[in-house]
């Protein structure tokens, strides 16, 4: 299934663009704030998103699973 480790790229990529961000703010409070702030609510949303593709792999594997037992 693609899905899956895609998603978890995904979410590895957007935990990493967060902590990339948050440090670059902790260095410099005061440079590009709203460049930074921007940059972490893109990747906490990215986040979500791929979280929700893995919950609904797993429901969907699990209703195929299902049918076929």
């Known amino acids: 299934m693609q899905a899956l480790p895609i998603a978890a790229a ?6 990493n663009r967060f902590d990339a ?13 709203v460049k ?8 906490k949303t990215a986040f979500k998103a791929n ?6 792999a797993d429901q969907m594997t699990g209703t195929l699973l ?3 037992a």
């Open 10 to 15: 995904g979410l590895n990529d957007a935990a």
């Open 21 to 33: 961000s948050a440090r670059r703010t902790a260095a410099a409070p005061l440079d590009d704030l």
């Open 36 to 43: 930074e702030t921007v940059e972490r609510i893109e990747a």
């Open 51 to 56: 979280a929700a593709v893995i919950r609904t």
């Open 66 to 68: 299902d049918m076929l």
